[in-house]
């Protein structure tokens, strides 16, 4: 699903974010990205994401090199993508059900399959009975899940967080930690940039480490 040979990332003023960058990450397949704060895990998943584009190697997705795609077709492969962040980037002045519904209307959705479909990613955060609430009503764990409901409405292949749980407690984090599992359960390929090597363990997923922009440790190699 997601592979990175010899990959480099090398910003304006010559700073290398990611060097030599390595792994693969089987389709369906579950993993964790941690590493110190600038350690290059943003990085990495807005490679995947098409957010930046790598200055040396090749990152594939879906047997697709990424280096190979024009800005035009970016919004394709996003369209099998769904990107959670720390900060979830909700429209307070929308309800929760526009914010989910958003990324549909975007891509020209029906209306009827539009409502079918944010009552579906709704139902499985658990909040279907807040969608016609304001964002700003709800605890940090809700507004959250919400982030995650807008990131599967399209029913994406591949899931990428980039600490999702970094503003929540350890309770809530785990929350959010299974419901990706769940999501996993079902086929679907995450990725977890996340710091909270103590809830990792609890997880039980494969591990990649990074430190200074390199690959320092990796548990998929056991299970390729």
């Keep these: 699903m997601i592979r990175f040979d010899n990959v480099y990332k090398r910003y304006p003023g010559g700073q290398e974010a990611l060097g030599n960058v390595n792994f693969h990450l089987p389709r369906g397949e579950m993993a964790y990205l941690t590493g110190h704060s600038g350690a290059g895990k943003s990085t990495l998943l807005k490679l995947i994401a098409l957010i930046e584009r790598s200055s040396q190697g090749n990152v594939i997705l879906d047997g697709v090199n990424l280096g190979h795609v024009r800005n035009s077709k970016v919004p394709y492969i996003r ?5 959670i962040f720390q900060n ?7 309800t929760v059900f526009d914010n989910v519904a958003l990324p549909l209307i975007i891509a020209g959705y029906q209306h009827k399959e539009v409502g079918k479909r944010v009552r579906a ?3 499985q955060v658990g909040l279907l009975h807040k969608e016609k609430a304001e964002p700003i009503t709800l605890s940090g764990g809700e507004q959250q899940r919400v982030g995650i409901a807008r990131a599967i409405v399209h029913k ?3 899931l990428l967080a ?3 749980t970094g503003n929540l407690d350890p309770a809530l984090s785990k929350e959010i930690m299974e419901l990706f599992a769940r999501f ?3 086929g679907v390929t995450v990725l977890i940039a996340s710091h909270d090597l ?3 363990k609890q997880m039980g997923s494969p591990v990649i480490s990074l430190s200074q922009g390199k690959v320092i440790h990796d548990d998929l190699l056991e299970t390729v």
Excluded at 79 to 83: D, F, P
Excluded at 88 to 94: A, G, I, K, P, V
């Design 156 to 158: 994406p292949s591949l």
């Design 121 to 123: 990613a709704l139902d």
């Design 162 to 164: 980039d600490e999702p």
């Design 184 to 186: 996993n359960q079902v």
């Design 79 to 83: 369209r099998n993508i769904g990107i």
């Design 88 to 94: 979830h980037h909700l429209l307070y002045d929308r």
């Design 198 to 200: 103590e809830l990792i």
